[in-house]
Structures are given as C-alpha cells and as structure tokens.
C-alpha cells in the first residue's frame, strides 16, 4: 500500500481512538468502546510492525477500497466467514439500490431538450456519475463522469459528487465556478489518489449549450449529418484543490445530437484485445443521429456488444444523449 495511504489511514485510526476515549468516560456499558479500542491498537501495532493491510489467513493484501471504507478489517474477500460473507452481499445490495434511486428520470423531456442514458456497472455498484437536473426557464443541467477506482469505495464517491452538484445547482453560479466549487470540495475531502473525470454542462431554452470537460473522454456533436469531437478543457476533478475550469459554448440547430460516454465504452476490448475506441463510436453515432435518443443508445450498444464478441466487461458503462427537439 502506498505510504501517503497508510499515512491517511493511520490518521483516521488516531482520530477514532480520541473518539472512542472520550465516548468511553461517559458512556455506563464499556464492554463495547473497549473492544473497538483494541481493534483500533492492533491495526495501529500492525502498522508499525509493516503487516498492516494484509489478510491474517493468506498473508496477501486486503482489497484496498474496502481498507479505506473500514480500516479495521484483517481478512481478505477470500477468507471472510460465511456470517460475513452474508454480511458483505447484503450490504453490497443495499448498496445498489441506494445508487439506482439517485440515478435520475429515464427518457427526460425538459423544454426543448431530449435526454435519454444508459447506466450499467460492471458489479453491483458503479464508480460512475451521472444526473440530469431540470431547472427554471427550460434551463437543463447535465453532468456524467467516472471515479477513479471501482466497487464500494468508488460508489461512496459518486454519492459525494451527486450530493455536492445537487447542492452547488441551487445557488446560480456560473458552470465554470460549479465545477471549481465541486472540484475544490472533492480534493478536500477525499483522499489524495482520488480524481473523477467529469463532463458538466448546461443547455438552454435556445439552443445554446455550456460545457465544462474536466479530464473526461471528448463528447461528440452531431450537425447536419457531421460530426465534432468536444475535447476536455480542464484536468481531472479534484486533481488539485485550487484547479480552475473553462466552457466551452455552443449552439445546437434543432435536430443536432450531443453524446458523452465513460471509458467502459472507448475502452472495452474484445476477445483479441483490441480496444473499442473513439473512431467507432464517432462512426456508430454518425449513422444513428437521426434516430431517437434512446435508439441511438441502443444503436451503441449493439455495435459494442458485437465488436466484444463475448469477451468479458471490465469497467462501468454509461452513455448519454442530448438532442435538441424538432419543433
């Protein structure tokens, strides 16, 4: 494990051994503040013994998303009793729910704007982000990005997003100082090896269209049977807590498409690993602009599980479409 994590870790572990002193001198039944305190010395002696992070059973290293969700765990996914196997999947579970409430309307019509998505995690919870936020005079936010990591560790972090831009929309700032904002409070309370990769914009009542692409694979935007790759205009969310952010502004004609898609798509391989790629999606979505949004979705979809062949997922999926509505 990295030392900058093992240093995060030992600090939280300090922090809840203070806690659990001083909810110790008042609480009347102490059975159970003591025994967390000596699971909390034991991982602090492992640490300093250079055995920390590692399963008790196998001696290899513990999942490091599930260290950082619990420090005091001592077992691998491997050797985990059947009481906490259950444990584990139901938690997991629920979980997945929790995730597939904040996921936004399905097949969103707000004024002039049409938005279909599709949302697929490779397990049961996903690292990416993704919402649509319907706002007054037509006005229409949409954000979708990618969390470094996988599993539980990266779902808890697109909750964090989700929570954050929810909370920085009601406010009216400007897209490049929301994105600032969330960038800023990410890189705060986060740990250092976490980034997310985000596309957010803002589509208006006329056409016009505001992106911000912190480090986010380019979308794409359909015109007249054309096709323009929208290029990232920043780095990464939460790369660096005083990072800032430019927009990109654009007007799309009635009919004109944007797509914006995670790396589960540009980067799925197939059976010879050979990598999808940004050239097939431009030329998928070239030929299906003209269908529905969803359909174009669908349209992805089909060439993406044609071209794997079978060969297994390896990362989340999401893919979103924004058309400006005929009259």
Same mark, same amino acid.
């Given at each position: 494990?990295?030392? %900058?994590?093992?240093?995060?870790?030992?600090?939280?572990?300090?922090?809840?051994?203070?806690?659990?002193?001083?909810?110790?001198?008042?609480?009347?039944?102490?059975?159970?503040?003591?025994?967390?305190?000596? %699971?909390? *010395?034991?991982?602090?002696?492992?640490?300093?013994?250079?055995?920390?992070?590692?399963?008790?059973?196998?001696?290899?290293?513990? %999942?490091?998303?599930?260290?950082?969700?619990?420090?005091?765990?001592?077992?691998?996914?491997?050797?985990?009793?059947?009481?906490?196997?259950?444990?584990?999947?139901?938690?997991?579970?629920?979980?997945?729910?929790?995730?597939?409430?904040?996921?936004?309307?399905?097949?969103?019509?707000?004024?002039?704007?049409?938005?279909?998505?599709?949302? =697929?995690?490779?397990?049961?919870?996903?690292?990416?982000?993704?919402?649509?936020?319907?706002?007054?005079?037509?006005?229409?936010?949409?954000?979708?990005?990618?969390?470094?990591?996988?599993?539980?560790?990266?779902?808890?972090?697109?909750?964090?997003?989700?929570?954050?831009?929810?909370?920085?929309?009601?406010?009216?700032?400007?897209?490049?100082?929301?994105?600032?904002?969330?960038?800023?409070? $990410?890189?705060?309370?986060?740990?250092?090896?976490?980034?997310?990769?985000?596309?957010?914009?803002?589509?208006?009542?006329?056409?016009?269209?505001?992106?911000?692409?912190?480090?986010?694979?380019?979308?794409?935007?359909?015109?007249?049977?054309?096709?323009?790759?929208?290029?990232?205009?920043?780095?990464?969310?939460?790369? $660096?807590? *005083?990072?800032? $952010?430019?927009?990109?502004?654009?007007?799309?004609?009635?009919?004109?498409?944007?797509?914006?898609?995670? *790396?589960?798509?540009?980067?799925?391989?197939?059976?010879?690993?050979? =990598?999808?790629?940004?050239?097939?999606?431009?030329?998928?979505?070239?030929?299906?602009?003209?269908?529905?949004?969803?359909?174009?979705?669908?349209?992805?979809?089909?060439?993406?599980?044609? $071209?794997?062949?079978?060969?297994?997922?390896?990362?989340?999926?999401?893919?979103?479409?924004?058309?400006?509505?005929?009259?």
């Amino acid at each position: 494990m990295a030392v %900058e994590m093992n240093l995060l870790i030992q600090r939280q572990l300090l922090d809840k051994r203070r806690q659990l002193e001083e909810a110790a001198a008042f609480a009347a039944q102490k059975n159970e503040i003591e025994r967390l305190l000596a %699971e909390v *010395d034991s991982a602090l002696e492992r640490m300093d013994k250079g055995s920390y992070g590692l399963c008790k059973v196998c001696h290899e290293p513990i %999942e490091t998303e599930r260290l950082i969700a619990d420090p005091l765990l001592q077992f691998c996914l491997d050797h985990l009793s059947p009481s906490q196997q259950r444990a584990l999947e139901a938690d997991l579970e629920l979980a997945r729910q929790i995730q597939q409430k904040l996921l936004p309307e399905q097949d969103l019509v707000h004024g002039d704007w049409e938005v279909a998505y599709h949302y =697929e995690p490779a397990g049961l919870v996903s690292g990416d982000y993704c919402d649509l936020i319907p706002a007054n005079d037509g006005i229409l936010y949409f954000i979708l990005g990618d969390v470094s990591g996988k599993g539980i560790a990266a779902s808890m972090l697109m909750a964090h997003l989700h929570a954050m831009f929810r909370s920085l929309m009601t406010f009216s700032l400007p897209l490049d100082k929301i994105v600032e904002q969330a960038s800023r409070v $990410f890189c705060e309370s986060t740990l250092p090896t976490h980034y997310a990769t985000l596309v957010c914009g803002k589509a208006g009542p006329s056409g016009e269209i505001e992106i911000s692409n912190a480090g986010h694979p380019p979308g794409l935007w359909v015109r007249r049977g054309e096709i323009e790759a929208i290029a990232a205009t920043g780095l990464p969310l939460g790369a $660096f807590c *005083d990072e800032h $952010f430019s927009v990109k502004n654009l007007t799309l004609d009635r009919g004109d498409v944007l797509l914006f898609y995670s *790396d589960g798509l540009s980067e799925a391989r197939n059976k010879e690993g050979v =990598e999808y790629g940004q050239g097939r999606i431009s030329e998928r979505v070239q030929k299906s602009s003209l269908l529905p949004s969803s359909q174009i979705i669908k349209a992805c979809l089909d060439d993406l599980s044609a $071209f794997r062949g079978g060969a297994p997922r390896q990362d989340d999926l999401t893919i979103m479409t924004i058309r400006r509505r005929e009259r």
